[in-house]
């Protein structure tokens, strides 16, 4: 079975600063592994999703993560935030050849102070 | 613009009482999936249907909860008889192909409170 561990509930960070969003996921077999965003009163949506080849993975909204298989993490990252930035971010993992639905994290608030 | 339609947005409900949430997936999508969003737990997996064939329901509480596919335009999530443990937010997904590897399409939720 898989697990994700969303290792911070909140994140503030000032508009235009960086922020590095953290995921860590265990498993014991190859995993597939995504970002989903939820804004307020809002299903979720894609943001970036790494099955296979460069580890590194650029999203929408100028998002990117890095698939690091040693240290099992899948970090998220953006180089500069804005205010709609702000909302949930979940971590998702789903192994066993995409076989198995995805696992998601408790997800990580993301509020961008202006 | 193709989406995920869930039905009632908001449902405000006595213990006891019967609910049924109802969720239209994307036209062409051959998977389903229903979700539950606490606070405590997250995101919890309930059931998921492949081609309308419930694969597994084991994340329901078996005795109350039921989730069922009449056609390929609707998924049905009941609960009967609903308690106050069972307020949460219900997702429903839906996507193509192979479970792990493709996008999610979820609906904007259907907010269950139980008194």
């Known amino acids: 079975a898989q697990s994700v561990t969303q290792l911070d509930s909140q994140v503030p960070v000032f508009e235009e600063a960086p922020v590095e969003l953290r995921c860590n996921y265990s498993?014991?077999?190859?995993?597939?592994l995504f970002w989903y965003v939820q804004y307020p009163n809002q299903g979720l949506q894609l943001l970036l999703k790494y099955l296979s080849g460069s580890t590194l993975v650029k999203g929408i909204n100028g998002f990117e993560a890095e698939f690091n298989k040693s240290q099992t993490s899948f970090h998220l990252r953006k180089p500069s935030v804005h205010i709609s930035d702000t909302a949930e971010y979940f971590c998702?993992?789903?192994?066993?050849?995409?076989?198995?639905?995805?696992?998601f994290g408790k997800g990580t608030r993301l509020s961008v102070i202006a | 613009d193709a989406r995920v339609t869930q039905t009632p947005r908001h449902k405000v409900t006595e213990m006891g009482q019967e609910v049924t949430m109802r969720c239209q997936p994307i036209l062409g999508h051959n998977t389903v999936f229903w979700y539950r969003q606490t606070m405590m737990q997250g995101l919890e997996l309930l059931a998921y249907f492949r081609n309308r064939a419930p694969l597994d329901d084991s994340g329901m509480p078996k005795d109350r909860f039921s989730a069922e596919m009449p056609d390929a335009t609707l998924a049905t999530l009941k609960i009967q008889p609903s308690e106050p443990r069972d307020s949460a937010v219900y997702f429903c997904?839906?996507?193509?192909?192979?479970f792990g590897t493709g996008e999610l399409f979820f609906g904007e939720g259907s907010r269950l409170t139980v008194l």
């Open positions: 997904a839906s996507g193509l192909g192979a």
């Open positions: 498993s014991s077999v190859s995993v597939y």
């Open positions: 998702a993992v789903s192994g066993d050849s995409g076989n198995t639905p995805l696992v």
